[in-house]
């Protein structure tokens, strides 16, 4: 007697030198650059990052969709014209409030205004994966992680403060900061380093490559880092400012020259 077997068929699966301040001259390229849009969300902190993908013949699990902030532009454009909300000392998210124009009163209450020179600054969000520049500040988007937020909090609090060679290195308090000072300042911001670090020293901190949402790029010279589509510098290279100094500036064209370095899991 002969036996027939069938075989089940088999499933297929598709699977230059330019102008710095960190101490110290910089290779860089003179070009403009700028942030990325993104699509205005509801007003929801959320703390992660968004995933997204189909289930697959065979129920397979969805795909994670991985979040990946640009850390180049083409120009310097930083214009943003979205809604804007503030985080508020009791954690409620509300409606930002402008500044008033210069001589005038803010009569509007719900939330505070942006100036550089107080001591503490709002903790601005707005909907999205990417920052947004806000008069000087640096709004958090509302779909980061809280790490990402918290680090910009942090680098807000450094702006209009003046670049000082070795600032913020003894300490993580100084009355100025230099290039991996403001680097460090911003990371402590959310607990990720316990002392400040130097440019050298980045160049072999956390994971190598560039980062999801935070990429800090280092040599033994200067350090920089873009954080969901900003970049916080004290640099003016590829910035028309040209103002030195801890500030929030538009993405450089390339960054050459330098060690791609990010925290562990952002």
């Known amino acids: 007697m002969v036996v027939l077997l069938i ?3 088999a499933a297929v699966w598709a699977s230059g030198t330019a102008k710095a301040s960190g101490g110290t001259s910089t290779s860089t390229t003179s070009s403009t650059s700028t942030s990325t849009s993104a699509a205005p969300a509801s007003p929801t902190v959320t ?16 795909k994670e969709h991985v979040h ?14 979205g809604p804007i909300y503030e985080k508020t000392a009791t954690g409620a998210v509300v409606p930002y409030t402008p500044p008033p124009p210069a ?38 988007p509302m779909s980061a992680p809280p ?36 680097v460090s300042f911003a990371l402590h911001g959310a607990d990720l380093i316990p002392a400040p670090m130097d440019s ?5 901190w956390g994971e190598h490559g560039v980062g999801q949402w935070i990429t800090i790029f280092s040599n033994p010279e200067h350090a920089y880092m873009t954080v969901a589509g900003l970049r916080l510098d004290t640099s003016p290279a590829d910035d028309p400012s040209d103002r030195e100094g801890p500030r ?17 899991g952002l």
């Open 7 to 9: 075989a089940a068929p």
């Open 47 to 62: 703390g992660g990052s968004t995933t997204e993908g189909t289930t697959t013949a065979g129920g397979s699990q969805p």
């Open 68 to 81: 990946a902030a640009p850390i180049t532009a083409r120009t310097a454009s930083l214009l943003y014209r």
């Open 103 to 140: 001589g005038t009163t803010n009569g509007v209450t719900g939330g505070s205004s942006v100036d550089l020179a107080a001591n503490t600054k709002p903790e601005l969000l707005v909907p999205g994966v990417t920052a947004r520049y806000i008069k000087g500040l640096a709004a958090a």
């Open 147 to 182: 790490a990402v937020q918290e680090i910009i909090w942090a680098g807000n609090q450094l702006i209009g403060l003046p670049y000082i060679y070795g600032g913020g290195h003894g300490s993580f308090i100084s009355p100025g900061y230099d290039c991996s000072g403001t």
């Open 200 to 204: 050298s020293e980045f160049m072999g």
């Open 248 to 264: 929030w500036r538009p993405l450089r064209p390339e960054n050459s020259g330098f060690v791609k370095r990010h925290p562990v």
